[in-house]
C-alpha cells in the first residue's frame, strides 16, 4: 500500500470505485455481494471468471486483485501452485458499511420541516485544484451549489460530514454553516433546479429501469451475471442522489420506480445467484487443479463459456 492508499478514507476509496466501470470496480462489487457473506477465501480462478463474464481480460483481473491486495484489503494464501483470496477486517468492515448503503438506499422517506443547512465556503479563484476538491466532496456529501461559495442540504445531520470536509481541505477557517427556512422570495424549486441536476439523474434512473425492468437470466450462471450487474449499477445512485425529501422532487419521480426495481430484483435473484456462488467456490482444490490451464491458454473459449445469456422481454 502506497503512504497516498494508507491516507485514504474508506468513504473515498468507496467514491472512487461508484464513479468507474473498471476491472477493480467490479471486483469490489463481487466481494461485496458474494465473498463477504459466503465468509471463505475464494479461488483466483472463480474471481477471474466472474470478472470474464464482462469482457475483463485474465491480465487486467489479476492487476486488479493485486492492487486491491495493496490497500491491504485482500490477503493471499497460497496453496500449491494456486492462490485463494481473504477479506482482511478492514475490507469487511468497509464492504459491511458499503451493503448497508447500498441495500439500505431507496427504503422509506424520512421525514422533512422544511429546514435547510446552508455552508459559506470562500476560496480565492486562483485555488482552482482546491475549489475542485471541495466541490467534489460535498458534492459526493449530497450537497448542491446554486451559487458559487454557497451550498445547500435539506439534510440537517450532514453538518458534521460537512465540517469534516472543510477540516481536511484547510477551510475551516473561512466557512460557516446556518440553518433556515426558505422566505416569500422566489421558489424552492428554482434553487433545486440550480443546486442539483435532477434531469441528468433522472435519466440514469431511467436507463436503469429500461435495463433491469425486463431482464430474465438464462439458468444459473446467468442469474450470477445478472445480480452482479444489478448491485454494480445501482451502488452508484448513494453517491449521485442527494435523496431531497419527496416535495423537491418532481412529479412521478423515477428514482422511486428505481429503486422498488432493485429492491425487487434483488430478492429474486439472491437466492439462485448464492447458490451458484457456493457451488463455483466450494468446488475447491480438486476442481482448481482441473482448470490449472491457464486462462490465457484457453481465452478463445471463456467468452462463450462464461458469458451467461440474458433474455430481455419486451414490454407490453
Same mark, same amino acid.
Given at each position: 500500500?502506497?503512504?497516498?492508499?494508507?491516507?485514504?478514507?474508506?468513504?473515498?476509496?468507496?467514491?472512487?470505485?461508484?464513479?468507474?466501470?473498471?476491472?477493480?470496480?467490479?471486483?469490489?462489487?463481487? !466481494?461485496?455481494?458474494?465473498?463477504?457473506?459466503?465468509?471463505?477465501?475464494?479461488?483466483?480462478?472463480?474471481?477471474?471468471?466472474?470478472?470474464?463474464?464482462?469482457?475483463?481480460?485474465?491480465?487486467?483481473?489479476?492487476?486488479?486483485?493485486?492492487?486491491?491486495?495493496? #490497500?491491504?484489503?485482500?490477503?493471499?494464501?497460497?496453496?500449491?501452485?494456486?492462490?485463494?483470496?481473504?477479506?482482511?477486517?478492514?475490507?469487511?468492515?468497509?464492504?459491511?458499511?458499503?451493503?448497508?448503503?447500498?441495500?439500505?438506499?431507496?427504503?422509506?422517506?424520512?421525514?422533512?420541516?422544511?429546514?435547510?443547512?446552508?455552508?459559506?465556503?470562500?476560496?480565492?479563484?486562483?485555488?482552482?485544484? !482546491?475549489?475542485?476538491?471541495?466541490?467534489?466532496?460535498?458534492?459526493?456529501?449530497?450537497?448542491?451549489?446554486?451559487?458559487?461559495?454557497?451550498?445547500?442540504?435539506?439534510?440537517?445531520?450532514?453538518?458534521?460530514?460537512?465540517?469534516?470536509?472543510?477540516?481536511?481541505?484547510?477551510?475551516?477557517?473561512?466557512?460557516?454553516?446556518?440553518?433556515?427556512?426558505?422566505?416569500?422570495?422566489?421558489?424552492?424549486? +428554482?434553487?433545486?433546479?440550480?443546486?442539483?441536476?435532477? +434531469?441528468?439523474?433522472?435519466?440514469?434512473?431511467?436507463?436503469?429501469?429500461?435495463?433491469?425492468?425486463?431482464? #430474465?437470466?438464462?439458468?444459473?450462471?446467468?442469474?450470477?451475471?445478472?445480480?452482479?450487474? !444489478?448491485?454494480?449499477?445501482?451502488?452508484?445512485?448513494?453517491?449521485?442522489?442527494?435523496?431531497?425529501?419527496?416535495? !423537491?422532487?418532481?412529479?412521478?419521480?423515477?428514482?422511486?420506480?428505481?429503486?422498488?426495481?432493485?429492491?425487487?430484483?434483488?430478492?429474486?435473484?439472491?437466492?439462485?445467484?448464492? /447458490?451458484?456462488?457456493? #457451488?463455483?467456490?466450494?468446488?475447491?482444490?480438486?476442481?482448481?487443479?482441473?482448470?490449472?490451464?491457464?486462462?490465457?491458454?484457453?481465452?478463445? /473459449?471463456?467468452?462463450?463459456?462464461?458469458?451467461?445469456?440474458?433474455?430481455?422481454?419486451?414490454?407490453?
Amino acid at each position: 500500500m502506497t503512504a497516498d492508499d494508507a491516507a485514504r478514507p474508506p468513504e473515498v476509496i468507496r467514491r472512487r470505485e461508484a464513479r468507474h466501470t473498471s476491472a477493480r470496480s467490479l471486483l469490489m462489487t463481487v !466481494l461485496g455481494e458474494f465473498v463477504l457473506p459466503a465468509r471463505r477465501a475464494v479461488w483466483t480462478w472463480v474471481l477471474v471468471d466472474t470478472l470474464a463474464s464482462f469482457g475483463v481480460a485474465e491480465k487486467s483481473a489479476r492487476q486488479a486483485l493485486a492492487r486491491t491486495a495493496a #490497500e491491504g484489503l485482500l490477503v493471499p494464501e497460497r496453496v500449491g501452485r494456486r492462490t485463494r483470496w481473504d477479506l482482511t477486517p478492514p475490507a469487511r468492515r468497509l464492504l459491511t458499511e458499503g451493503a448497508r448503503r447500498i441495500y439500505d438506499f431507496g427504503r422509506g422517506e424520512p421525514p422533512w420541516d422544511g429546514r435547510w443547512l446552508l455552508l459559506l465556503v470562500s476560496v480565492p479563484e486562483a485555488k482552482r485544484d !482546491l475549489r475542485h476538491r471541495l466541490r467534489t466532496r460535498l458534492s459526493w456529501a449530497g450537497f448542491g451549489s446554486p451559487e458559487a461559495s454557497v451550498w445547500i442540504s435539506p439534510h440537517l445531520g450532514r453538518e458534521g460530514e460537512a465540517l469534516d470536509v472543510v477540516k481536511e481541505l484547510g477551510l475551516a477557517g473561512c466557512a460557516m454553516s446556518f440553518t433556515a427556512t426558505f422566505g416569500t422570495i422566489g421558489g424552492e424549486d +428554482t434553487i433545486v433546479g440550480r443546486a442539483w441536476d435532477l +434531469t441528468g439523474l433522472e435519466q440514469r434512473y431511467e436507463a436503469f429501469l429500461a435495463d433491469f425492468g425486463a431482464l #430474465e437470466p438464462d439458468g444459473p450462471a446467468g442469474v450470477l451475471h445478472a445480480q452482479t450487474r !444489478l448491485v454494480h449499477e445501482w451502488r452508484r445512485f448513494p453517491f449521485l442522489d442527494p435523496r431531497l425529501p419527496r416535495a !423537491l422532487l418532481p412529479a412521478n419521480w423515477s428514482g422511486s420506480q428505481a429503486a422498488e426495481l432493485f429492491h425487487r430484483r434483488h430478492a429474486e435473484w439472491e437466492l439462485a445467484a448464492r /447458490q451458484r456462488w457456493d #457451488e463455483l467456490t466450494l468446488a475447491g482444490p480438486p476442481e482448481a487443479e482441473a482448470r490449472s490451464l491457464s486462462i490465457a491458454e484457453r481465452s478463445p /473459449q471463456i467468452q462463450s463459456r462464461s458469458a451467461p445469456r440474458l433474455r430481455v422481454r419486451r414490454r407490453a
